[in-house]
């Protein structure tokens, strides 16, 4: 069994979501879908009852401050009552694109973070270009989740372990020139690592420049052993492990 943490598997990015939901299935595959916004939210919830490998993760990305409303927010409320939601993601902040609205983006983010808190689920954490002002709020949120595709310091993903936090590895681990990532995940400990996809982003080689999916999940679980000098079974095992644990799923 494997567990992909981190997907956008739906019906508005791909022609054949659901096809390649069964064939996930066949190999035995599990997927944690998350949403970034009210439509893909419901997407999620959709294809998480409809399917017994695809969980659901809701939540509203950054892209969304300053256009969620209270009610909003009582919609994402309601929603994650539904057994199916294991944790509210994907939800964080992002510089990369604009700075003009870090305020909006914190209150968003602060908003869903007490919400989670509220429920007791872990949370799936975006973050880029905003790495000290995503640790600065988790660190007094008292929560659980993952960071995921983290891209920052080995500095700062031993902090995040330390309040709680799991380091989520993808695709870009198998690019050649990425040896500060290759380089992490031998500095932190396994039991530390939630492996994941991104899809349909971040293909890992020898996929680059195709549509990422799930089964492609195999790349990233390669490149760990092989830098880690482990079999490959044994990342299946630990890392299926650390998700099961983090996300409380019932497999």
Request: charged share 25%; glycine share 4%; with cysteine.
């Amino acid at each position: 069994m494997i567990i992909d943490t981190h997907c956008h598997m739906y019906n508005s990015e791909y022609d054949d979501a659901e096809k390649i939901i069964e064939l996930c299935k066949k190999n035995n595959i599990y997927i944690i879908l998350n949403g970034t916004d009210k439509n893909s939210n419901l997407e999620v919830l959709e294809l998480s009852k409809k399917y017994d490998n695809v969980f659901a993760a809701i939540g509203y990305e950054y892209s969304n401050a300053g256009k969620i409303t209270d009610l909003d927010l009582e919609l994402l409320e309601n929603q994650i009552k539904n057994n199916n939601v294991v944790a509210i993601g994907e939800i964080g902040l992002d510089y990369y694109w604009t700075k003009d609205n870090k305020i909006q983006q914190k209150d968003l983010f602060n908003k869903q973070l007490n919400i989670a808190k509220k429920y007791n689920l872990p949370v799936i954490v975006h973050s880029r270009d905003a790495v000290q002002d995503v640790y600065d709020i988790l660190k007094n949120k008292n929560l659980t989740g993952s960071i995921h595709c983290y891209s920052g310091s080995i500095e700062m993903a031993k902090e995040f372990i330390k309040i709680g936090y799991f380091i989520g590895i993808d695709g870009p681990i198998t690019f050649k020139n990425n040896k500060k990532q290759r380089q992490l995940v031998k500095e932190i400990n396994i039991n530390n690592i939630l492996i994941e996809t991104d899809s349909p982003y971040l293909s890992p080689e020898p996929k680059r420049g195709e549509k990422n999916t799930p089964l492609n999940i195999k790349y990233v679980i390669k490149e760990i052993a092989s830098n880690l000098d482990k079999s490959e079974d044994e990342i299946t095992d630990i890392t299926t492990k650390n998700a099961l644990n983090l996300f409380d799923l019932s497999i």
